[in-house]
Structure formats: structure tokens, C-alpha cells
């Protein structure tokens, strides 16, 4: 009877619209920007407080309109093995690229070791990146001569995480800083150097970790 087989086709139909609506709501379906595989969907309230925050010497950090996973980079340790990003999860980071070649990162690299001094531990890391290729020698000798003593050096000889960066900030030159939260979400970027140690610096980090009182 073609007018029953309708009606069953019709129904299930129907079924299917309503089974699929319950699995694309509940974020159960790849591809569904609402739902719970968003990996940075918690980030939400951090963009907030590096928007408020970003002002005077560190007016230049923007934050993201939307938290994203952070670049999977690969570098060289403080002891010369690989790490990377994931590897430095659980607390939040100020991953900045500089080079012994880049005027402005080596005069925003004090302020960056103060940074570290203040305020790293626990919930907290400058995460200082040299992209130096050559005369590899050059960087930790630059850094000691600076007196720079509280940043662990991070280094990419192989020349991989500053393209790597470009691409994901934008960003064409150096200095490039980002704001990575404890989950491994970019939720700011500064193109550019900052005065990281003044108060605008310290204020943005305690305001992202939400120790402003």
C-alpha cells in the first residue's frame, strides 16, 4: 500500500532527525562547534580577563575572539632534549620567540626574567623560545652576559617553531608572545616587545590567573 509505506518512510525519517538532533546537541558528533569536543569551549572566561587587562605597557596583547589549541611546536629543553607545548601543560604560559639578532627581544628580556622571578611556579611560566640557528654558542652567552638567570633556556636550532608561530599568530617579525592557559588553549597575542615586569605586566598575568584582588 503506498500510502501506508509513506507514512513508515515518513516516520523514520523523523526518527533519524530527532535521533541526530540529540547527538549534534550533546557534542557527541565531530564537527559540532557547540557541543563538548570544543577543546578550548572553557577557556571563555580567561579571554575575558586578558581583554580587560591588556592596557598601558601591555596594551598590545590581544585576545583571541575564540580560545584555540595551542600550536603542537617541538624545541630544545633547559637539558637539550625535545619537549614541547603539551609537554609544558598544567599551568598557564608566556611562550615568547626571541633572537640574539632581534633588538627589541633582547631589551624585553630583563623584563621577562623579572617576570619569571615575580611571578613563576606552580601556575606560571615564561617560556622564552631562542629561533637562533647559527652561531648557536651565541644565545646562552648573550643571556648570561644579560644577567638573565631566572628563564630556563628553550632553543630551536632546527629553525621549525618560528614558521610554525608565523602561521598561527600572524605575527611576521620578532618579538611574538603568546598567553597559553593550563589546558594547552591560545587565548592571547603580542606582536611586538612589552615592558612584561612593569605593573601593567604582572597586573594582565595576575588577572588571568584570577589572583587580582
Partial sequence: MPGRTTLMAGAGLAALAVLWTALYGSGLLPG???????????????LARVDAAAKGEVAGMQALKQARPAPEIRFKGPDGAETGLSDLKGRLLLVNLWATWCAPCKAEM?????????????????????????NLDKPPEWLKQAGIHALPFYADPGGRVL????????SPGLPTTMLIDAQ?????????PAAWSSPDGLGLIRAVLGKVS
Fill in 184 to 192: 594547552g588553549c591560545t587565548i592571547g597575542v603580542m606582536k611586538g
Fill in 110 to 134: 630583563p623584563a621577562l626574567d623579572r617576570l619569571q622571578t615575580e611571578l613563576g611556579g606552580p601556575d606560571f611560566a615564561v617560556v622564552a623560545i631562542n629561533v637562533d640557528t647559527r
Fill in 32 to 46: 559540532n562547534t557547540g557541543g563538548a569536543l570544543q577543546p578550548c569551549a572553557g577557556a571563555t572566561p580567561a
Fill in 163 to 170: 614558521p610554525a608561530i608565523q602561521r598561527d599568530t600572524q
